[in-house]
């Protein structure tokens, strides 16, 4: 099989590689021939080395990206068998044993596309908890923008709702490096839930617009790592303080477990009316050329990557 891998050290050193097919399975897995692959900026940090800080340098090429969609092919055992069966679509899941609850170290530490490999590769196998069912009506391409973006825009409005139990009503903005610093007034006037996805370019504006006892988000970093210190120079009211004299909540999302991911399906995707936004298709072999068009960040839905047809497939055993 064909799969993309990088040393962190840019999109044109990228390989395509070929290597053997998965063979060896445990009792609790499955494998998925992959069909779609959505990106997201997270692969892109990955890839150019905005993540050397963060994971340090490679010393053996990884492949990359988390979000995918695909076919079951072969089941590993009878544990596997209790959720899925050959044939069943499915979508993978950013950390496969972050199955309820907040995220701790150890989910951290078995996440999909970094530090795992990831599934920019024709075939995968996966953890049988590490997948969720796709809609019938949804196609390959909808079905892999599901993993993170999806997921966590789900959790940045529910994260402290009950299962089964959304917020409701319109008192919510996001607040991106596009729309930041044209807010204005009547934008912020008492917003509930702010979607913060800037990160310390934006943030700033979040705080101005958060409603008294409302609740930001934080779930990208668009606009950096780093923190520049106060605005142009000036001295700035502590973060702290200025939650304080809202009583808001200040709330890091990092995707979300299994649980949410299912209720998200079930609530939102199971209608055939609601259905994800894909900005372009590329091929398996355009891969570069997708990422430096999400690097251009001139996309409106999610940039894909089609990898799979027909063509060598791997029937069960």
Partial sequence: MKQWTTLMDGIDNLKLETTPDPAEMRKDEVLVKINCVSLNNRDLQLITGAFKNRYGSLKNAIVPCSDASGTIVRVGGPVAGTLWKEG??????????????????????????????????????????????????????????????????????????????????????????????????????????????????????????????????????????????????????????????????????????????????KLVYEDSSVRPVVDSVFGFTDVKAALEHLQMGSHFGKVVIRVNGNQHDIGPS
């Fill in 88 to 265: 069943d679509r499915v979508f993978s899941l950013a950390r496969a044993n972050h199955l309820t609850g907040s995220m701790l170290p150890e989910h951290a530490a078995a996440g999909i596309g970094i530090p795992l490999p990831g599934v920019l590769a024709q075939y995968r196998v996966f953890s049988a908890t590490g997948l969720v069912r796709v809609p019938d009506h949804m196609s390959d391409e909808e079905a892999c923008t599901l993993t993170i973006a999806a997921t966590t825009a789900w959790m940045a409005l529910n994260w402290d709702q009950p299962i089964g139990s959304p917020r409701r009503g319109k008192d919510i903005v996001v607040v991106s490096p596009g729309n930041g610093r044209g807010l204005n007034r009547r934008h912020c006037n008492r917003r509930t839930v702010i979607v913060e996805t800037g990160g310390p370019g934006t943030m700033d504006k979040s705080l101005s617009c958060v409603a008294h006892g409302g609740i930001i988000s934080a779930v990208g970093i668009l606009t950096g790592l780093m923190e520049e210190g106060a605005l142009a120079g000036k001295p700035q009211v502590a973060v702290g303080m200025r939650l304080i004299q809202r009583n808001a909540s200040l709330k890091g999302i990092n995707i979300g477990p299994r649980d949410r991911v299912k209720e998200m399906v």
